[in-house]
Every structure is written in structure tokens, then in C-alpha cells.
């Protein structure tokens, strides 16, 4: 990416943080504080229906396929905190992925390192793919314990100029008040969320000037937070193609990979369930965004309830 690619990428970032305009459809950096107007509302729904609503369909149409579930972490099993630190999986939340997981394989897939998720999640059986699908375990195949194994870290070169750029990065925004550097393992995030707003343009600044030090690094966003991370070809919906392929499932017709997620990131999945013309992918949002995800779903609320009721419907299908 060239210098100038960046600034006007930040820049607009930045922008974008800002924008508060209710008529537009916003990018997932602006996330909250936001209102559209009924018949905004309206379109986008019907464009991407509640998968609450639509669940008997969705239903009718797994009918004889094997579910396949991945998930999201913050934003779509955890309420999104001020404190990264402190975004918490509920124990009911856990409770049900647990139950899912009994009945479907289930993965996780986050930005955030898988040692993290997993410290939050705290449930053995799944798939964890952390660093943005860069870190991916799986549980072992001994059934000797309950630890799972690395199966994919396609970024381990990285690790060494992730370690020094969080480094560089923490000394040089200490001064900005609310600034915090996040280490993802193969990532790392930078939070804005409770950096004051007109500190915001400095703190895009800096990471900047740390991408010109570290051109093999690129840019993203989230919400509210900006990330560098390496340049390969890998993000989380290439994580989600690696899952099926290793479950062996890759190229079943039977198969339905269910995804649900609310960050920008999470789009990179959607996009492959969309390419693959198979699965169904749900965003997890109050906002109309622009979305590869066929359906939504509000918040972790209404994420829990149809997971819930994915439960109760397998039970039934098994007579239990
Ligand atoms: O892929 P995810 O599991 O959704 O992780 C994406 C990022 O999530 C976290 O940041 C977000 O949640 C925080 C806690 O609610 C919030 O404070 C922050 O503003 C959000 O962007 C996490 O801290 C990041 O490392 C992840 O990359």
C-alpha cells in the first residue's frame, strides 16, 4: 500500500468515525448512537430479514444437511464493553454454545488471539480460530485430554514484528488518554473507544506512521478500533473455507455452514458463504449496514435466543 493510500484510508476512517448522519449507511467504526428512519429500516430488512423471524424456513431449508457453526466472539456472543479487557461471555450465552456444540460443529472465530477467546469461552470440543482465522486449534483427536491443538498458523513468520510494532505502538500513544494497544498473537488492535474524539485524528496518526516503518503490515477496522495485521491472504472467511476442508466437509452438498458475526471482518466470511452459493451467514446488528449476510439478528440477545431455538429443533429431530 502506498503512503498516500494510507493517509486518505485513515483519513476516512476517521471520518467515518464521525459521521453520525442518520441517512447514511454507516461503516461498523461508527457503531452505536445511530438512528435511520422507518423506511430505510424497512428496505434493509427486507433485504436481510430477522433470522429469528425466518427460522422455520431457515429450517425447512437445512432439512437433511449437516450444520456447520461458526462464531463470532465480540459483538455477537459478548455484550461490546468499554473495557476490551472485560467483554465477557455470560454463563447463559456459554451455557448454549456449549449445547450447540453438542449437536453441531462449532467453531469460534475472532480478531482477538485464540489463547484470549478461549480464556473467555472457557469450552473444550471446538474450534478456535483467533488473530482474525490466523490461529487456528481444533480439538485433539486422542481424546486423551481436553486441550486442543494448533492446525493453522499461517503467520508465525509475523510474530517477532508483532511483538515490536505493540511496543512501538504503546510508547509512542501513551500520552493520549484512553489509547490502548491490544495484542492479538498475529494482530494487534488499537482502541479508539474510550480515546476522546478530538483525540482521535492523533491516534490514526500514529498507526499511520507505524505502517510506513512496517510496509508488510495492513490496515483494517472494527469497531472503533483500527488493526494491523499481516499482509497475506487470510482472514476470517479463509479460515472458515480451512474448517471445512479439514472437517472433510468442503465439498459436500449436505453441508450448511452457518456463520453469525458483526464486524466489517466478520464480511470476509459472508463473502465466502455468498461465493460458495451454500450456507447462510447472519449479521448481528441494530444498524443497517451494507452486508454479504443474508439475515440478522439485533444483538447477543437475540444471537442467543436462535441459538436456543437451534437446539430445541435438533432435540425434536432426534425425538429427544
Ligand atoms: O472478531 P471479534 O471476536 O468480533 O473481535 C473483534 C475485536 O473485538 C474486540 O474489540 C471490540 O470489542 C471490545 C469489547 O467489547 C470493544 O471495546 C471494541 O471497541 C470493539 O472493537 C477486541 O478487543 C479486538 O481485539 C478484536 O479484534
Not at 61 to 90: C, N, P, V, W
Request: net charge negative; glycine share 6%; aromatic share 8%.
Amino acid at each position: 500500500m502506498k503512503i498516500t493510500d494510507i493517509s486518505g484510508k485513515i483519513e476516512t476512517l476517521v471520518d467515518s468515525l464521525r459521521d453520525m448522519s442518520p441517512t447514511r449507511v454507516r461503516s461498523s467504526f461508527s457503531d452505536e448512537h445511530v438512528s435511520e428512519n422507518d423506511d430505510e429500516r424497512s428496505s434493509w430488512i427486507a433485504l436481510h430479514p430477522s433470522a429469528l423471524d425466518m427460522f422455520e424456513q431457515i429450517m425447512r431449508d437445512a432439512e437433511g444437511k449437516q450444520i456447520i457453526m461458526f462464531l463470532d466472539y465480540d459483538g455477537t456472543l459478548s455484550l461490546i464493553t468499554e473495557d476490551h479487557d472485560r467483554a465477557y461471555i455470560t454463563d447463559e450465552m456459554r451455557e448454549v454454545v456449549k449445547e450447540v456444540a453438542t449437536y453441531f460443529k462449532t467453531a469460534i472465530i475472532s480478531g482477538r488471539s485464540t489463547d484470549k477467546v478461549q480464556s473467555f469461552v472457557k469450552l473444550t470440543g471446538i474450534h478456535y480460530a483467533g488473530s482474525h482465522g490466523m490461529d487456528i486449534k481444533g480439538p485433539t483427536n486422542t481424546d486423551q485430554s481436553n486441550q486442543e491443538e494448533v492446525m493453522f498458523q499461517p503467520a508465525s513468520d509475523y510474530l517477532p514484528m508483532i511483538d515490536e510494532v505493540v511496543n512501538v505502538l504503546k510508547e509512542k500513544t501513551k500520552s493520549i488518554p484512553g489509547a490502548t494497544v491490544e495484542h492479538n498473537k498475529f494482530c494487534l488492535t488499537v482502541h479508539f473507544r474510550r480515546v476522546d474524539e478530538t483525540g482521535w485524528a492523533a491516534l490514526a496518526e500514529q498507526v499511520r506512521l507505524v505502517l510506513i516503518d512496517y510496509p508488510k503490515l495492513r490496515l483494517t477496522q472494527g469497531r472503533k478500533v483500527l488493526e494491523l495485521r499481516p499482509s497475506i491472504k487470510w482472514d476470517k472467511g479463509k479460515a472458515l473455507e480451512f474448517l471445512l476442508n479439514s472437517l472433510g466437509i468442503a465439498e459436500s452438498k449436505d453441508v450448511l455452514p452457518v456463520y453469525i458475526g458483526d464486524d466489517r471482518t466478520d464480511e470476509d466470511a459472508f463473502k465466502v458463504l455468498c461465493e460458495r452459493g451454500q450456507g447462510l451467514g447472519i449479521v448481528v446488528s441494530k444498524t443497517i449496514k451494507e452486508t454479504y449476510a443474508s439475515y440478522s439478528l439485533q444483538d447477543p440477545s437475540q444471537v442467543k435466543e436462535f441459538l436456543e431455538r437451534l437446539v430445541k429443533w435438533k432435540k425434536q429431530t432426534l425425538g429427544e
